[in-house]
């Protein structure tokens, strides 16, 4: 069984660089990342303007806290429920609050009466995981405390609830609730019967000035009418942005961006509220309660608290333990070892005891970049030269599904170490690309699916290089593509054909002349062989590749040049093919030695384009003419072309519209 509970654990406090960590992104010199990873990084860091806004307690049944509460109790103000919110303008329609079923304060506003209830939902509550309680369009179910706040708006108490779609590590764990204006409040004050009071109308739907309590105008929405005392024509109005305030007192009457600066600004001058900009990221719990991992190197003493274990200490090393299974104490495995649990302090000497917590393994990834050059090392994290000289990292590639997690912490653990004067860099990664997922028979290829591929076979029946090709010609690189056992011939074939074609040029030892056309095809493809691989477009090079060996072998082209030019951009693709081929070729080093192949730029260029023919703006066909052909040599061409004629036979051109390289458009008279 799956139990919630609190636990006092370690955390960096990586909540005072999120404004840094956000920024950053937007920084094209130090972070150029593919698009979709720092869009999650953003949506992770959520960073959102609002208020932060306390409601009064107004009865308590539990007295002042007893300092049982956990430690971030203290945050908590002791009188008053604290809420953050983006929409202070609704404050007016907050009918009730909910709380979490773990906050700090439901004990101390559950009545004696509702004492059973409350007890038996928190632990419901409890024993569920957090992420079935994320889920949105679920049945919400709750239970009133007995307790009620004081909207600090109207001066009048409102009830507050505990219900476990509230969770204490958004927010601050306790929310105003106004069904008028939110699918989820609303839907929870219909099951339970609470006032549902809209406060917020589309703009010139309700007179300004309208009286406190007044019916708003009917609003259609998405939310089915609830049954009970809300009343069957109160409907929640959710398109917020576009509306002006109704039933708000002196407010009434202001679009809702004015009424949300007006209002926080009145709450902060009552004493009630605050404006703030708040994220949705958390501080980094580093702490695990498993017995592998490195421990966090902190002992306890009764006199001295938490003191840190000496350098001269350090490492804390695991101990060696038969017994190494959690049990449902909740007490780590690791105090059960008493010779390693129970230590001196460093300050006193007197009996202590060891931290039993160990550490995220995202914190040993989140600088692992930094020990990759200096691996020779073992009495420093890492060298201050090799460092200078290799880092950071250039690219970097790997998957979407670390782009809140690891790769966030190593921004934060770089920056850190920045501050801290350890690196002369703040970003570690300065290039970041994701690459795409492989799909299936119709879905994404995982162990869980049971639709993963297994290499060997391939590898045994294809060749590895076959098989190399054949995933990198599967679709864009940051994309992915479809698996399918009948497209792996394709890259075999193209190999055949290589195969053939360097055996041919192996019977040729001069450098026979190569018609135009073919070494302007030779050209291209360098050109685009090589920027293809800089943007990790593996597919686009590896089709160039393919057209280039149709084109040899249709000219029947076996010059030297060309076909060792042809192999050396083989070689990332196919690299045992093409070292084969290379020293088949007579060469006694390795391929990945050679000069990779630069293109011509003059040959590049193609000498004849294609032009768009219209005939009285309307499309007909396209004609191959020479570059930067004048317009009477393309207006000939495009006579002669079939579907050009059928609409300019018999007519005279009246006019002629010529945008060079692209686009001709001939006018004709009209045939009546």
Not at 390 to 405: K, R, S
Request: aromatic share 10%.
């Amino acid at each position: 069984p799956v139990e919630q509970r609190i636990l006092e654990q370690w955390f960096f406090r990586i909540t005072d660089y999120a404004e840094r960590l956000l920024n950053d992104l937007d920084d094209k010199s130090k972070m150029d990342w593919s698009e979709s990873t720092t869009t999650a990084q953003r949506n992770w860091l959520g960073r959102s303007e609002g208020a932060e806004l306390e409601f009064p307690l107004s009865d308590v049944h539990a007295g002042p806290s007893s300092g049982s509460e956990p430690s971030g109790a203290a945050l908590v103000p002791p009188d008053a429920i604290r809420v953050f919110t983006t929409r202070a303008d609704t404050i007016f329609g907050a009918t009730f609050m909910v709380l979490a079923p773990e906050h700090p304060l439901v004990q101390r506003l559950t009545s004696a009466k509702q004492k059973k209830a409350v007890e038996k939902y928190q632990k419901a509550a409890a024993s569920q995981d957090l992420v079935s309680r994320k889920v949105g369009d679920r049945e919400k179910t709750g239970v009133f405390t007995g307790g009620h706040a004081i909207n600090p708006a109207t001066g009048k108490p409102i009830p507050v609830w505990i219900a476990d779609y509230v969770l204490m590590e958004y927010g601050t764990g306790a929310i105003m609730a106004v069904p008028g204006h939110d699918d989820r409040d609303f839907e929870f004050a219909a099951k339970y019967g609470l006032p549902i009071v809209r406060v917020v109308a589309p703009a010139g739907a309700a007179p300004a000035g309208a009286p406190p309590g007044a019916p708003p105008p009917r609003i259609s929405g998405s939310t089915p009418q609830p049954d009970g005392d809300a009343g069957d024509d109160t409907l929640p109005y959710t398109d917020n942005e576009q509306g002006v305030l109704v039933s708000s007192g002196d407010f009434t009457g202001l679009s809702v961006p004015e009424a949300k600066r007006a209002i926080t600004d009145w709450l902060a001058h009552k004493g009630y509220g605050k404006a703030v900009v708040n994220y949705r990221l958390h501080d980094w719990c580093i702490s695990r309660q498993r017995y592998w991992g490195p421990p966090i190197p902190i002992i306890y003493c009764d006199e001295h608290g938490a003191v840190p274990v000496p350098e001269k200490d350090l490492p804390v090393e695991l101990p060696i333990i038969d017994d190494f299974k959690p049990d449902d104490t909740g007490v780590s495995p690791l105090a059960r070892h008493e010779s390693w649990y129970h230590v001196p302090c460093p300050v006193c000497g007197k009996r202590s005891r060891r931290e039993t917590d160990v550490s995220d393994t995202f914190l040993d990834s989140s600088w692992y970049h930094l020990r990759y050059p200096s691996t020779d090392f073992d009495d420093r994290p890492f060298d201050q030269a090799l460092t200078k000289k290799w880092l950071p990292v250039a690219t970097y590639i790997g998957g979407n599904e670390h782009a809140v997690l690891h790769l966030l912490y190593a921004r934060f653990i770089t920056m850190v170490l920045n501050e801290l004067g350890h690196l002369d860099f703040d970003e570690p990664y300065k290039k970041f690309r994701a690459h795409g997922l492989i799909v299936k028979d119709g879905a994404k290829m995982s162990k869980s699916r049971g639709n993963v591929v297994i290499p060997d076979e391939y590898i045994a029946r294809w060749g590895a290089d076959t098989f190399r090709m054949y995933l990198m010609f599967l679709g864009p690189f940051q994309e992915g593509g479809d698996f399918r056992d009948e497209g792996i011939s394709g890259p075999r074939r193209f190999l055949d054909k290589v195969w053939a074609l360097v055996g041919d040029a192996c019977k040729t030892h001069a450098d026979d002349e190569v018609r135009h056309e073919t070494l302007v095809k030779y050209h291209q493809t360098v050109k685009k062989v090589t920027e293809g691989m800089e943007d990790l477009r593996y597919n686009t090079s590896i089709a160039a590749l393919m057209e280039l060996v149709n084109a040899l072998r249709q000219d029947s082209c076996t010059q030297r040049t060309l076909v060792e030019g042809l192999i050396v951009m083989l070689a990332p693709f196919a690299p045992h093919f093409a070292e084969e081929s290379w020293e088949r070729l007579g060469h006694g080093t390795s391929v990945f030695d050679a000069r990779w192949p630069e293109w011509n730029a003059n040959l590049v260029v193609e000498d004849q384009v294609e032009v768009v023919v219209q005939v009285n703006g309307k499309t007909r066909s396209k004609v191959k003419v020479a570059r930067d052909a004048g317009q009477d040599d393309v207006v000939k061409a495009a006579l002669l072309d079939s579907a050009v004629r059928r609409f300019t036979d018999g007519k005279g051109v009246r006019k002629v519209v010529y945008v060079p390289n692209r686009l001709l458009n001939l006018v004709v008279a009209d045939s009546t």
